[in-house]
Every structure is written in structure tokens, then in C-alpha cells.
């Protein structure tokens, strides 16, 4: 199985804050890598796809990057709405594997 | 609107069966790849497993191969979860998922205790 190690597990950050979240798979995953932002008593809400691909309705604020191993979730300026938990998943190879989750606080 | 609605969850004793389903509306069901997905209560994400927009293949999490079987009937726009030899670690809320695209339920919630 291809595992992701997804960081930080927490982030502390303040409104109009730039942040990354990073997710490094235990092999290439040929940027077949999702990002989801999930609040409290919600599904999941896919943000990203293929690393770069921004979701319908997605505010442009969020965008990913990467390659081969290392991808990453940029936040340009933190809004009180983002203050949520995001979670990578790449879809390379079965089984389909997700990240920890990186849960992000107001600081 | 595409919408997604499982049901079936609850409390069961370790080692009973459970039954999810799904069902869709909104889009032609019998076009997509389906998948289950479940969340533990520390919030870890599990891919199940996915099956075929025919029913005709289905490829599943190693570990839960076993014991989950997906099906779906396409006639009722109704995607299942069999689960079998329930156990503890089985916790979770269980959501369908049209595969890989944004459209999740809204989730069941499944408790194994005796």
C-alpha cells in the first residue's frame, strides 16, 4: 500500500494568514492526489483534484502543487470559512490511500 | 441536484452483519463507479472499496476483503455495503461516494459494541 504522511497534523493560523499543508507519499503517485476540506458533522468536500485542479465553487484562494512524491495545499489568505480539517487522498494505485488529516485552528 | 442518502447503520454486537445502502439521485446511476469510504471516531479516513457502474468488478481494501462486500442495484440507483464478522475497529461512519468526484452522503453512522 502506498502510505501518506500528511503535515503538520496541526496547524495554528490567524485570518489573512498564509498556509501549507503538505502530503508525501511512500511513492510516486503521478499526481493522482485529491484534497477535501471537512467541518464538524460534514461530509468531506473535495477541493482539489489531480493535484492542481481546482473544484467547481472552490474560492481561488486554495490551490495545490507537486509532483512524483511531494504535493502540497496552499491557503493564499486564510478566511474564517477554512478554519476546518483537510485531508489528502491519492488515487494512483489501490488500495486508495488518505492522508492523517491536518486539522487547522484559529490561532 | 445529485444526492446521495445511506441508511442501515446503528449499534451491532461484535461478530452480527450489517447491511448499508445508498441511494442516489439527481444523476444516472448506472453510468458511475461507486465507492464506500468510512471516517473512525479519531477522524482516520479508510477507502473500502469501488465497484463498477455495471456491478461487474469490484476491487476492495485488503484488509477488509473479507469481511465488506459492494454491490449495487443499478435498477433502484442503490449502492450496498454487506459487512460481515463485525468487530470493534469497524466503528465508523460509513460514506458512499460517486468515485473520485465531489458528491459524498452525508454519512451512517456504524457502532460495534457488545
Known amino acids: 500500500d502506498i502510505q501518506m504522511t500528511q503535515s503538520p497534523s496541526f496547524l495554528s493560523a490567524s485570518v489573512g494568514d498564509r498556509v501549507t499543508i503538505n502530503c508525501k507519499a511512500s511513492?510516486?503517485?503521478?499526481?493522482?492526489l485529491n484534497w477535501y476540506q471537512q467541518k464538524l458533522g460534514e461530509a468531506p468536500k473535495r477541493l482539489i483534484y489531480?493535484?492542481?485542479n481546482l473544484q467547481t465553487g472552490i474560492p481561488s484562494r486554495f490551490s495545490g502543487s507537486g509532483s512524483g512524491t511531494d504535493y502540497t495545499l496552499t491557503i493564499s489568505s486564510l478566511q474564517p470559512e477554512d478554519f476546518a480539517t483537510y485531508f489528502c487522498?491519492?488515487?494512483?494505485?489501490?488500495?486508495?490511500?488518505f492522508g492523517a488529516g491536518t486539522k487547522l485552528e484559529l490561532k | 441536484e445529485v444526492q446521495l442518502v445511506e441508511s442501515g447503520g446503528g449499534l451491532v454486537k461484535p461478530g452480527a452483519s450489517l447491511k448499508l445502502s445508498c441511494v442516489a439521485s439527481?444523476?444516472?446511476?448506472?453510468?458511475?463507479?461507486m465507492s464506500w469510504v468510512r471516517q473512525t471516531p479519531g477522524k482516520t479516513m479508510e477507502w473500502i472499496g469501488d465497484?463498477?457502474?455495471?456491478?461487474?468488478?469490484?476491487n476492495y481494501a485488503p484488509s477488509l476483503k473479507n469481511r465488506f462486500t459492494i454491490s449495487r442495484d443499478n435498477a433502484k440507483s442503490t449502492l450496498y455495503l454487506q459487512m460481515s464478522n463485525v468487530r470493534s475497529e469497524d466503528t465508523a461512519t460509513y460514506y458512499c461516494?460517486?468515485?473520485?468526484?465531489?458528491?459524498w452522503g452525508q454519512g451512517v453512522m456504524v457502532t460495534v459494541s457488545s
Open positions: 461516494t460517486r468515485r473520485l468526484q465531489p458528491y
Open positions: 439527481g444523476f444516472t446511476f448506472s453510468d458511475y463507479w
Open positions: 465497484i463498477k457502474y455495471d456491478g461487474s468488478y469490484t
Open positions: 511513492q510516486n503517485i503521478n499526481k493522482y
Open positions: 489531480n493535484t492542481n
Open positions: 487522498l491519492q488515487h494512483n494505485s489501490f488500495p486508495n490511500t
